[in-house]
T-cell receptor, first 111, second 112 residues
Framework: QKEVEQDPGPLSVPEGAIVSLNCTYS??????FMWYRQYSRKGPELLMY????GNKEDGRFTAQVDKSSKYISLFIRDSQPSDSATYLC???????????FGSGTRLSIRP | DGGITQSPKYLFRKEGQNVTLSCEQN?????MYWYRQDPGQGLRLIYY???????QKGDIAEGYSVSREKKESFPLTVTSAQKNPTAFYLC???????????FGPGTRLLVL
């Protein structure tokens, strides 16, 4: 079993829809959770970062962590065609430890 | 304009050849990393370095080598021992002790 599982998609939704992207993990020691966005043939860019449980909001993006279920989510409101990309979840036990990445979910927003 | 640069954007390797991928950062970050990305797989750590003149193997170091002679630079050599080198290679950096990493634009390596 992989430490971090992420549905590869592709996920296709119409413009303006709310998008939900998810990851599950097996290591209960993970405390730092990140979401990266990667456009085709580009490097990933950090989108959201959360520590421990709870929600964090940044504009149209909300990151949610449920440590009891070992489940993290990224919600995108009012989705735009420019949100079309691959979204990678990532997590680590501590600031000094290795980051474990999910395999990424390909998202396509239809105009 | 701070950031991480990688060159070249595309690189072609012939059988038995060693090739070197460049990674430079002007973010004053202590830590630097090399990842390999294959289709449908997450990023896999090849090597990382927390300080100059020191580096550690990641999960898939075989067939690769690195050096860290300067804080700004962390080149990766793909040796002839790496039998399946075709992949997208990503360099990243971070402030030492912080978990968030910042990535360069990547180098796509193809085998002729």
């Amino acid at each position: 079993q992989k430490e971090v599982e992420q549905d590869p998609g592709p996920l296709s939704v119409p413009e303006g829809a709310i998008v939900s992207l998810n990851c599950t993990y097996s290591n209960s020691a993970f405390q730092y959770f990140m979401w990266y966005r990667q456009y085709s043939r580009k490097g990933p860019e950090l989108l959201m970062y959360t520590y421990s449980s709870g929600n964090k909001e940044d504009g149209r993006f909300t990151a949610q962590v449920d440590k009891s279920s070992k489940y993290i989510s990224l919600f995108i409101r009012d989705s735009q065609p420019s949100d079309s990309a691959t979204y990678l979840c990532a997590m680590s036990v501590s600031s000094a430890s290795k980051i474990i990445f999910g395999s990424g979910t390909r998202l396509s927003i239809r105009p | 304009d701070g950031g991480i640069t990688q060159s070249p954007k595309y690189l072609f390797r012939k059988e038995g050849q060693n090739v070197t991928l460049s990674c430079e950062q002007n973010l004053n970050h202590d830590a630097m990393y090399w990842y390999r990305q294959d289709p449908g797989q997450g990023l896999r750590l090849i090597y990382y370095s927390q300080i100059v003149n020191d580096f550690q193997k990641g999960d898939i170091a075989e067939g690769y080598s690195v050096s860290r002679e300067k804080k700004e630079s962390f080149p990766l050599t793909v040796t002839s021992a790496q039998k399946n080198p075709t992949a997208f290679y990503l360099c990243a950096s971070s402030i030492r002790g912080e978990e968030t990493q910042y990535f360069g634009p990547g180098t796509r390596l193809l085998v002729l």
